[in-house]
């Protein structure tokens, strides 16, 4: 009985949020394709090859060649210091044994609910490129602190020449309950919401 009490005891101690979480997932199997781009990349949806999963993919490509053009993927608000939020994405690259083309799941902090465009510095990421032997997962999982209440994951593409490319596909998110979780087809629903609201007003 001490012991039941005790586990008990020990449960209701931890904060229930701690305790429960929520998975989204993204497939490019609409017409969006980003939320944002940062450089000089161009986004597009892939409805022929390659696919990992569904009907379709994102294409990212660079051009012109310059820095490391950023595709921002999801956009996770309403955070609070200590939460986790982990993401991942499968990449393609067929260039085995070559630096180029090649991705890599990255984040930046972006505290603003309003503009995706915001950034409120790096939240860094996997040091892991993909390896270039077609569809690859690559993850990671970022701790908020510091205050900043809204983290952006992105997708990059690191080339050596203009019009590389790589490929995107079957995105999750694993984020607090409390947390809003926005993918690209997000501003659809923004812009109908903000107009509901007013209508609402008058």
């Known amino acids: 009985?001490?012991?039941?009490?005790?586990?008990?005891?020990?449960?209701?101690?931890?904060?229930?949020?701690?305790?429960a979480f929520q998975t989204?997932?993204?497939?490019?199997?609409?017409?969006d394709t980003v939320?944002?781009?940062?450089?000089?990349?161009?986004?597009?949806?892939?409805d022929t090859s390659p696919v990992y999963?569904?009907?379709?993919?994102?294409?990212?490509?660079?051009?012109?060649?310059?820095?490391?053009?950023?595709?921002?993927?999801?956009w996770i608000q309403n955070l609070n210091d200590g939460d986790t939020v982990a993401a991942s994405f499968w990449v393609y690259d067929d260039t085995p044994g070559s630096t180029y083309p090649s991705g890599r799941i990255w984040g930046h902090w972006n505290d603003d609910p309003s503009d995706p465009t915001v950034y409120?510095?790096?939240a860094s990421g996997n040091e892991d490129f993909s390896p270039g032997a077609g569809w690859s997962l690559l993850e990671w999982e970022w701790t908020v602190a510091d205050g900043h209440t809204g983290l952006m994951v992105e997708g990059r593409i690191y080339s050596s020449t203009e019009y590389d490319t790589i490929w995107f596909d079957d995105l999750t998110i694993i984020a607090p309950d409390g947390a809003t979780i926005l993918f690209p087809d997000y501003v659809v629903s923004l812009e109908r919401n903000s107009w509901g609201a007013i209508k609402a007003s008058f």
């Open 35 to 46: 939320l944002g781009i940062y450089g000089n990349g161009i986004a597009s949806i892939e």
């Open 120 to 122: 409120d510095g790096t």
């Open 53 to 74: 999963n569904g009907a379709q993919s994102l294409k990212f490509e660079e051009s012109p060649l310059g820095g490391t053009p950023q595709a921002y993927v999801s």
């Open 24 to 31: 989204e997932t993204y497939g490019w199997e609409a017409t």
């Open 1 to 19: 009985m001490k012991s039941l009490l005790f586990f008990s005891i020990l449960l209701l101690s931890f904060p229930l949020t701690a305790l």
